[in-house]
Structure formats: C-alpha cells, structure tokens
C-alpha cells in the first residue's frame, strides 16, 4: 500500500516537473550581422591572423547575444559565414576551421576547453551561451581528416565543410550539421557522404537545421519536417537576394508558411552582394523581419512563438483551380524571362478581371481588383512548369502576378522594387502536381503584409483586405522535387554555359565591392 502510495506521489511529481519545464512559448531572436571581412587574398593567413579576424566578428555577435538575453530570448541564430566571410579556395579557408567532434561525446567547451584539441572558437561560443544562458546557434567550418583507405578523400588528407553548430543555454554541444547544398564558389567545402538531418529537443520544442541553398531542396530541408516532425527550423543564411520571386523575406516567410512551421532566418548584412534580409516566421504569418539596403548596421530582431504551432488545414493545391473554366480575355501571351527561366504572360488591362493562363501541365488563375488602373504601370499574370538549371537544378511550377520594371513588356520578369499600384483583392491559384507550395505576397520598398493573407484549403491564395502597400508581386511558388533530375542532352552545354555566366559575373560584383 505505501509502495503504491508512493510511485504515485512519484509519477505526479515527475509529471508536474515535465509540466514546468516545458514552454508554451519561447522569444527567439536572430541577427543580421554585418561581417568584417578578411583581406582580399587567397593565400592562406597565419592561424593567429584568422583567430583576430573571427574574434572580431565575435565581439559584435556577443553584444547580440548580451542583448538578446537581457531581452528574455531563449535562442539566437546568427548567420552563415558570419565569423570569417565568404571568399575563400581550400587552402586560404584551412586556418579558420576547427574540428568539431560529433554532438554525443556530451562536451561543454567552456569548461573543457582542450578535450578535443585547440577550439578556442567553439569555447567562446560555448562561453557565450552558457554565461548568458541561452541557446546560441552559429555557422564555422569543421575539418576532419582521412586517408587513402576512404576512396572519396580530397588529395589534400581532409575534408571540409560549412558548419553550423547549436551550444545550449549550459554551454554544451548539442547539434552539429554539415551544409548538404553548397552554393556556386563553395569551392573549399566539401558535400557530406549523405544528407544529414540534424534534430534536437528543448523545453521550448523539437528544433531542426539546414543552411541557406538547402532551402531549395527536398533534402534535408522538408525531410526534417516531413519525416521528423520538427516544430522550429533555424537558418543561418548568406542569401543574395534575387527579384522577384527569391528575396530572403519573401520566400523564407512563404517556406514557413508553405511547411507550416517556425523558420528563423539570419542573414549577413552586405548590402555590396544584395545580402539582407532575416525574421522570425511562424506558420500563420511573419512575426518579425528585416529588410535594409541603405546602412551599413546589423539588426537584433526578438519575437515570442509557439513552440508547438497549431497545424494549419491541410491544402489541396490544385482543388479550386482545376474546376475553373479558363475565360478567353483577348489579350495576346507573351514570353519572358525570370532569372533565366521563361515564363508566358498575360497584361492585366483593367482595373478588375479574371486571367488564366497556362504553360505545360501548369494553368494559373487569377482574380482581382485594383484601386485603380494607372497609366505609368504595367501588370501581368506569368506561369512557369519547367527545370531550372543554372545555379542548380530544381524543378519549378510558378504562378505569378507581377510588376513590370517598365511599360515595355519585355521588362516583365526584371527585378522591381518599388510600385504604386495597390489591390483591393486578389485569388491566385493553379493546378500544381506537388503539394509543395509556398505563397508569396511582396509590397513596394521590399516590404511584406503580415495578416493580411491566407491560403485556403482548396488551394487559393487570397487577399482578406486591401492590401496595405503597393504590389510588387504575389506568388505561388511550387517545388516538384521528384522531378529535378529530369534532362535531355541537348539542353547540357547550354545549361554549363549558364552556369559559368553566373559564375564570373557573381566573382566580377564581390571583386568589386572588397
């Protein structure tokens, strides 16, 4: 009977200790960190000369840090390459890499600084975390050697890799994830074997992890929500924005919304490469962001989410769409292109209507109202079903209602940050073959519309007011992964010349503005 009584008194307690260490809510914060970048060379720098340039870069990511959990955040992302930059080959990016044990050997650097070698990085970010108890999360490049026994090792005996790491609010170790998408120019990291797919559980939710390009891919990015049922993504990022569909604010709010899950972007602030951009997104709608092409000055953003957000109705992209009888309007399509993709256009002519327009086995629908038809501005209705191939393969269905950059149609597509033209309503939906879709709503100045939207189960993205700025463009930007491997081998040697195009001119802008 006592011992009955007993595990009782026990089980409660248990249960009432789970109870309260458990969060309905958490403040997360991220921060666009404005990196002091090494000197222009790639021949590599003295261990002690990249140890001075990153612990500059950490002196201005403490301060955020101090601030963040003054402010009560329970977590911060900072970004990729915010510690040392981005421009490096193998040899220059070596002094800057420290080895980064497997999160399972239960380390606290602050307190064992020299268990796993010289790490004096991961101390000061250990130390950080656990004398301002809170979870840090930052990106640093992991080395690790091998041999000629691994037939994959690099002929320098290493391999390297873009690293993020999570230290939580004691000081330890508890996520390590190496970047599987690497980006044109990531010549000095390698690719892991396989994807990783990295998770970790706090008191405030189940957190997962990828690195900016990865977003554009099924793995690890949806795998994590998919399969592993993630509540919060974090997202240390060096996203060069790209208009009008690829703005940091822009897609990583609708990738949130689209996987209905938290998303924590941090971004570099390096307005020379179009980089800024970072927020803290829930599910519903962006709850905090950061858009500034004018200073020079990182950004702290802190916002309070659900650790467990309530999941959204499940969407039928192509229910309401595909029920819709297209209309002819009279208006003549067009081609244009989109950061190299062509896509068919209709002009919307008047103050309100209702467009389709189709390309492949993708038809868009779109109805709307303007406040008014201006004279000095030209909008259109745009689709894409098609591979992209140039910075990367990755199968797109898009539809889109647009800005032109002028009244010249062959502007349509161009990158257009300002508008004057605002909406009363619109609808947009399509018949997509993928349930993964994410809504973009972008206004004039590079600004987003939080509440001011929704997606409905039948699979229309809908205004639920007039809109509060000028248009810039509303999007249903579609992934169909299961066809990215999809060629033909005539298209081959345009695709590598593309890609060399994007490669020199991307060197000639950063040589530019060192």
């Given at each position: 009977?006592?011992?009955?009584?007993?595990?009782?008194?026990?089980?409660?307690?248990?249960?009432?200790?789970?109870?309260?260490?458990?969060?309905?809510?958490?403040?997360?914060?991220?921060?666009?960190?404005?990196?002091?970048?090494?000197?222009?060379?790639?021949?590599?720098?003295?261990?002690?000369?990249?140890?001075?340039?990153?612990?500059?870069?950490?002196?201005?990511?403490?301060?955020?840090?101090?601030?963040?959990?003054?402010?009560?955040?329970?977590?911060?992302?900072?970004?990729?390459?915010?510690?040392?930059?981005?421009?490096?080959?193998?040899?220059?990016?070596?002094?800057?890499?420290?080895?980064?044990?497997?999160?399972?050997?239960?380390?606290?650097?602050?307190?064992?600084?020299?268990?796993?070698?010289?790490?004096?990085?991961?101390?000061?970010?250990?130390?950080?975390?656990?004398?301002?108890?809170?979870?840090?999360?930052?990106?640093?490049?992991?080395?690790?050697?091998?041999?000629?026994?691994?037939?994959?090792?690099?002929?320098?005996?290493?391999?390297?890799?873009?690293?993020?790491?999570?230290?939580?609010?004691?000081?330890?170790?508890?996520?390590?994830?190496?970047?599987?998408?690497?980006?044109?120019?990531?010549?000095?990291?390698?690719?892991?074997?396989?994807?990783?797919?990295?998770?970790?559980?706090?008191?405030?939710?189940?957190?997962?992890?990828?690195?900016?390009?990865?977003?554009?891919?099924?793995?690890?990015?949806?795998?994590?929500?998919?399969?592993?049922?993630?509540?919060?993504?974090?997202?240390?990022?060096?996203?060069?924005?790209?208009?009008?569909?690829?703005?940091?604010?822009?897609?990583?709010?609708?990738?949130?919304?689209?996987?209905?899950?938290?998303?924590?972007?941090?971004?570099?602030?390096?307005?020379?490469?179009?980089?800024?951009?970072?927020?803290?997104?829930?599910?519903?709608?962006?709850?905090?962001?950061?858009?500034?092409?004018?200073?020079?000055?990182?950004?702290?953003?802190?916002?309070?989410?659900?650790?467990?957000?309530?999941?959204?109705?499940?969407?039928?992209?192509?229910?309401?769409?595909?029920?819709?009888?297209?209309?002819?309007?009279?208006?003549?399509?067009?081609?244009?292109?989109?950061?190299?993709?062509?896509?068919?256009?209709?002009?919307?002519?008047?103050?309100?209507?209702?467009?389709?327009?189709?390309?492949?086995?993708?038809?868009?629908?779109?109805?709307?109202?303007?406040?008014?038809?201006?004279?000095?501005?030209?909008?259109?209705?745009?689709?894409?079903?098609?591979?992209?191939?140039?910075?990367?393969?990755?199968?797109?269905?898009?539809?889109?209602?647009?800005?032109?950059?002028?009244?010249?149609?062959?502007?349509?597509?161009?990158?257009?940050?300002?508008?004057?033209?605002?909406?009363?309503?619109?609808?947009?939906?399509?018949?997509?073959?993928?349930?993964?879709?994410?809504?973009?709503?972008?206004?004039?100045?590079?600004?987003?519309?939080?509440?001011?939207?929704q997606v409905s189960s039948d699979g229309r993205l809908f205004s639920l007011k007039p809109l509060s700025g000028p248009v810039l463009t509303v999007t249903l930007f579609g992934r169909l992964y299961e066809k990215d491997q999809v060629s033909n081998v005539s298209s081959d040697f345009m695709v590598q010349a593309l890609r060399v195009i994007v490669i020199v001119v991307t060197t000639i802008v950063y040589l530019l503005n060192w």
């Amino acid at each position: 009977m006592i011992t009955s009584q007993l595990l009782t008194y026990v089980g409660i307690s248990v249960f009432c200790v789970l109870k309260a260490s458990s969060l309905d809510t958490f403040t997360a914060a991220v921060y666009e960190h404005a990196v002091i970048l090494p000197n222009a060379t790639l021949t590599a720098v003295s261990r002690q000369e990249a140890l001075a340039l990153m612990n500059r870069n950490l002196d201005l990511l403490e301060g955020a840090i101090i601030s963040a959990a003054k402010q009560g955040a329970h977590i911060i992302v900072t970004p990729e390459d915010g510690i040392y930059g981005w421009k490096f080959n193998r040899k220059s990016i070596y002094p800057y890499l420290e080895d980064i044990p497997d999160p399972q050997v239960n380390w606290i650097p602050c307190n064992h600084p020299n268990r796993f070698g010289h790490t004096p990085l991961q101390e000061r970010l250990s130390c950080l975390a656990k004398n301002n108890s809170i979870y840090v999360v930052a990106n640093i490049g992991d080395k690790k050697p091998c041999n000629a026994s691994d037939p994959w090792c690099p002929p320098d005996g290493r391999y390297q890799y873009n690293t993020d790491v999570v230290f939580d609010s004691q000081g330890k170790l508890v996520a390590r994830y190496h970047k599987q998408n690497l980006f044109l120019g990531e010549d000095q990291f390698n690719v892991p074997k396989e994807p990783e797919l990295v998770t970790f559980n706090t008191p405030f939710g189940r957190f997962g992890m990828f690195t900016c390009f990865d977003i554009l891919f099924h793995d690890p990015a949806v795998t994590l929500v998919k399969d592993f049922h993630v509540d919060t993504i974090l997202f240390p990022t060096a996203w060069m924005n790209v208009l009008p569909h690829l703005s940091a604010i822009e897609f990583h709010s609708a990738w949130a919304m689209g996987m209905r899950v938290n998303f924590l972007a941090s971004n570099l602030h390096h307005p020379p490469m179009k980089m800024t951009g970072s927020g803290i997104y829930a599910p519903d709608s962006p709850r905090a962001f950061h858009y500034d092409m004018k200073t020079e000055e990182g950004k702290l953003l802190l916002s309070q989410l659900d650790s467990h957000p309530y999941p959204p109705v499940v969407v039928n992209w192509t229910s309401y769409a595909s029920g819709i009888e297209a209309l002819s309007t009279g208006n003549k399509e067009f081609k244009g292109i989109i950061f190299f993709d062509e896509f068919t256009f209709l002009e919307l002519r008047g103050v309100t209507g209702n467009y389709t327009v189709c390309q492949n086995d993708l038809c868009c629908h779109l109805s709307y109202k303007m406040s008014e038809k201006r004279l000095d501005e030209v909008y259109v209705l745009g689709v894409f079903d098609g591979l992209h191939t140039v910075e990367g393969r990755y199968y797109l269905q898009i539809c889109t209602l647009l800005k032109c950059k002028t009244m010249d149609l062959h502007s349509c597509g161009n990158s257009v940050e300002t508008a004057s033209t605002r909406f009363e309503m619109f609808s947009l939906s399509g018949t997509f073959g993928t349930q993964y879709v994410f809504p973009e709503v972008l206004l004039s100045e590079i600004q987003l519309a939080p509440g001011e939207f929704q997606v409905s189960s039948d699979g229309r993205l809908f205004s639920l007011k007039p809109l509060s700025g000028p248009v810039l463009t509303v999007t249903l930007f579609g992934r169909l992964y299961e066809k990215d491997q999809v060629s033909n081998v005539s298209s081959d040697f345009m695709v590598q010349a593309l890609r060399v195009i994007v490669i020199v001119v991307t060197t000639i802008v950063y040589l530019l503005n060192w």
